[in-house]
């Protein structure tokens, strides 16, 4: 077997330690560095980039009405479209059996008024919006 040898420490091994200790160089931090402030000088311009040049904005011709461009203007026509399309959504994501049973009628009659281009009460909606 081999022989266990135990190392004893002295009080050399514990000078040698303390001596490597003193050396150490002590860090202390230092001051913050902030960047001084340069002076602007305010007849100068505040940017070096040229500048792009800009395309004029393209003239719109008035209307007959004085109103500008064909774009945006709501026209009888727009308007009974527009109002048709709102009925034909509302009508498709309707629940007709609830709405009819709230009105107290049946699913039938509530289909008749909302079929398109018939005299009832779609047809007559799109028809009052559209009159100017």
């Given at each position: ?8 420490v002295t009080s ?26 340069t002076k602007v ?92």
């Amino acid at each position: 077997m081999p022989s266990k040898r135990s190392h004893s420490v002295t009080s050399e091994d514990m000078e040698g330690e303390n001596e490597e200790e003193e050396f150490k160089p002590s860090i202390s931090p230092s001051p913050p560095i902030t960047p001084k402030k340069t002076k602007v000088d305010p007849k100068s311009p505040k940017s070096k980039t040229p500048k792009t040049p800009r395309t004029p904005k393209a003239k719109i011709e008035k209307g007959e009405n004085g109103e500008k461009g064909a774009n945006g203007v709501w026209t009888s026509e727009k308007k009974g479209e527009f109002m048709d399309e709102i009925i034909a959504v509302g009508y498709k994501n309707a629940d007709l059996d609830s709405l009819a049973t709230k009105l107290g009628m049946n699913k039938r009659q509530l289909i008749d008024q909302l079929v398109p281009n018939r005299s009832n009460l779609r047809g007559r909606a799109v028809k009052a919006i559209s009159v100017d």
